[in-house]
């Protein structure tokens, strides 16, 4: 602890990624979330830890509910970023034999790039109501099943959402692109269980060796940035009359008991819940996709939802911090919910397992299913690690691909490559990115998550 710090500040991370740690800037940022008001137990940062906007990308931060602030920037800009995982009654073999058809066929139907548009259009009283009911909207429309919403985070739903605390350009911008994948790393990768660490929970999640799988990775599009662009602005210019001082007005932040507060939890919310209806639709697109590639109908294709995790999001919560039970607003920038064995938010199907854990690497690598721990409720506020991480910015990673074909890399790999946007290939190449078995080892070793299974990609469409 320095200066004007309220909490330690305590960082995740292996012996071999704290050399690049201390010359980050994200190291100063874990610094200035411990100095905001209300704040509890410790400033966290896990192995994937990078700049971000305010927070560091992989911060975690509870603040007390009553006395505390939440704060745009410990969010971040695409709310409800998160990840979809499927399991499918395919093989690696199956995907192999028809792998180019298949990456055509879902770039074809799966929209994505910027500012692309989806295939469901909104009038005003239908947004509303993806606003406030999330992914049952989209299952109620015909794009999914109800054991889809017994198979994510919060059933796929914040209820204290409220439309009315979104302004019009937020609400324009969200009725032409549900049900895409958006772009940078987003993305749909198609992939097998290429090792199994945990039988027990493999089984729980439904996941077999060299199982086809399916990984849906976007958030809430045009409609989440603008929230929080908007509330950004608002948070700065109240501030002073807050009381309270910050380190970086990037930290721009209210009283979560203020009316700015409770109106950006519940804008926040609205964005949530658009999340989790577009990746809801991206799933069942893509349903209807393997089943023309594979001609096959649902009950042999069999894909089955394992989990969908949001990152960037703030929860209010209830945890045990310094032996009593608090109620807090956890910010969760860049990281995963991993509640352990037990919780009562979890799904019946894994409750006795724990929560299912989906952490993504690069699009050559690997990715990672893990499951949350009653250590990371202790230590972390039931919170883990959420992807690889960059260790190169786009621009830096765009200067290091310079006359490579990073398409050829991939293909020679065995992984078919579909994408939209002149550098995205460059700017998302796995060396952009840090080493996802690495990241999975901390989380795994520190006990706040257990890993579970590893999967490989053979298809991948990137925004």
Same mark, same amino acid.
């Given at each position: 602890?320095?200066?004007?710090?309220?909490?330690?500040?305590?960082?995740?991370?292996?012996?071999?990624?704290?050399?690049?740690?201390?010359?980050?800037?994200?190291?100063?940022?874990?610094?200035?979330?411990?100095?905001?008001?209300? %704040?509890?137990?410790?400033?966290?940062?896990?192995?994937?830890?990078?700049?971000?906007?305010?927070?560091?990308?992989?911060?975690?931060?509870?603040?007390?509910?009553?006395?505390?602030?939440?704060?745009? =920037?410990?969010?971040?800009?695409?709310?409800?970023?998160?990840?979809?995982?499927?399991?499918?009654?395919?093989?690696?073999?199956?995907?192999?034999?028809?792998?180019?058809?298949?990456?055509?066929?879902?770039?074809?139907?799966?929209?994505?790039?910027?500012?692309?548009?989806?295939?469901?259009?909104?009038?005003?009283?239908?947004?509303? /109501?993806?606003?406030?009911?999330?992914?049952?909207?989209?299952?109620?429309?015909?794009?999914?099943?109800? /054991?889809? %919403?017994? +198979?994510?985070?919060?059933?796929?739903?914040?209820?204290?959402?409220?439309?009315?605390?979104?302004?019009?350009?937020?609400?324009?911008? =969200?009725?032409?692109?549900?049900? #895409?994948?958006?772009?940078?790393?987003?993305?749909?990768?198609?992939?097998?269980?290429?090792?199994?660490? @945990?039988?027990?929970?493999?089984?729980?999640?439904?996941?077999?060796?060299?199982?086809?799988?399916? %990984?849906?990775?976007?958030?809430?599009?045009?409609?989440?940035?603008?929230?929080?662009?908007?509330?950004?602005?608002?948070?700065?210019?109240?501030?002073?009359?807050?009381?309270?001082?910050?380190?970086?007005?990037?930290? &721009?932040? &209210?009283?979560?008991?203020?009316?700015?507060?409770?109106?950006?939890? @519940?804008?926040?919310?609205?964005?949530?819940?658009?999340?989790?209806?577009?990746?809801?639709?991206?799933?069942?697109? #893509?349903?209807?996709?393997?089943?023309?590639?594979? +001609?096959?109908?649902?009950? &042999?294709?069999?894909? @089955?939802?394992?989990?969908?995790?949001?990152?960037?999001?703030?929860?209010?919560?209830?945890?045990?911090?310094?032996?009593?039970?608090?109620?807090?607003?956890?910010?969760?920038?860049?990281?995963?919910?991993?509640?352990?064995?037990?919780?009562?938010?979890?799904?019946?199907?894994?409750?006795?397992?724990?929560?299912?854990?989906?952490?993504?690497?690069?699009?050559?690598?690997?990715?990672?299913?893990?499951?949350?721990?009653?250590?990371?409720?202790?230590?972390?506020?039931?919170? #883990?690690?959420?992807? *690889?991480?960059?260790?190169?910015?786009?621009?830096?990673?765009?200067?290091?691909?310079?006359?490579?074909?990073?398409?050829?890399?991939?293909?020679?790999?065995?992984?078919?490559? /579909?994408?939209?946007?002149?550098?995205?290939? *460059?700017?998302?190449?796995?060396?952009?990115?840090?080493?996802?078995?690495?990241? *999975?080892?901390?989380? +795994? @070793?520190?006990? %706040?998550? *257990?890993?579970?299974?590893?999967?490989?990609?053979?298809?991948?469409?990137?925004?």
């Amino acid at each position: 602890m320095t200066g004007a710090m309220r909490v330690p500040g305590i960082i995740y991370a292996g012996e071999s990624m704290l050399e690049a740690i201390k010359q980050e800037e994200a190291l100063k940022q874990v610094a200035n979330v411990a100095t905001l008001p209300g %704040i509890v137990k410790a400033s966290l940062a896990m192995p994937d830890m990078h700049w971000g906007y305010g927070f560091p990308i992989g911060g975690v931060a509870a603040c007390d509910w009553d006395t505390g602030v939440i704060s745009p =920037g410990g969010v971040g800009y695409d709310i409800n970023c998160g990840v979809r995982l499927a399991s499918t009654g395919l093989t690696r073999e199956d995907i192999s034999k028809t792998a180019v058809e298949l990456a055509d066929a879902l770039y074809r139907h799966i929209p994505c790039g910027v500012g692309s548009t989806g295939p469901v259009k909104l009038n005003a009283k239908a947004e509303k /109501r993806v606003l406030t009911h999330g992914s049952s909207w989209a299952v109620e429309q015909g794009f999914g099943e109800d /054991r889809d %919403i017994e +198979h994510t985070e919060d059933s796929g739903c914040m209820t204290n959402a409220d439309p009315d605390t979104l302004s019009q350009r937020a609400l324009e911008r =969200g009725r032409q692109q549900l049900g #895409t994948l958006g772009s940078g790393n987003h993305f749909l990768e198609v992939g097998f269980v290429e090792k199994i660490f @945990n039988p027990e929970a493999a089984r729980a999640f439904g996941l077999f060796q060299d199982q086809a799988t399916v %990984i849906l990775h976007s958030g809430s599009r045009g409609l989440g940035y603008q929230v929080c662009d908007d509330y950004l602005a608002q948070m700065v210019n109240e501030m002073p009359k807050a009381g309270f001082e910050i380190p970086d007005r990037q930290l &721009a932040c &209210a009283m979560i008991q203020s009316e700015a507060g409770k109106r950006y939890f @519940n804008a926040m919310a609205c964005a949530a819940n658009y999340a989790w209806a577009n990746r809801q639709i991206l799933l069942h697109r #893509t349903r209807e996709v393997f089943q023309q590639v594979f +001609h096959i109908g649902p009950r &042999a294709l069999n894909m @089955n939802q394992v989990y969908d995790v949001c990152h960037n999001i703030a929860k209010k919560e209830t945890h045990t911090v310094d032996g009593r039970s608090r109620t807090v607003c956890v910010h969760r920038k860049g990281a995963t919910r991993a509640y352990g064995p037990g919780h009562p938010d979890l799904s019946l199907d894994y409750r006795h397992i724990g929560q299912p854990i989906l952490i993504p690497g690069d699009m050559g690598t690997a990715s990672y299913v893990m499951t949350g721990t009653q250590k990371a409720m202790a230590e972390t506020f039931g919170s #883990t690690c959420h992807g *690889a991480g960059r260790t190169l910015s786009r621009k830096a990673a765009v200067k290091a691909a310079k006359g490579r074909s990073i398409y050829r890399e991939l293909e020679d790999r065995g992984i078919i490559v /579909r994408w939209s946007g002149k550098s995205t290939l *460059a700017e998302e190449m796995p060396e952009a990115y840090k080493d996802i078995s690495m990241v *999975a080892a901390v989380v +795994h @070793n520190a006990g %706040i998550s *257990a890993k579970v299974a590893r999967l490989k990609p053979l298809v991948v469409i990137k925004g």
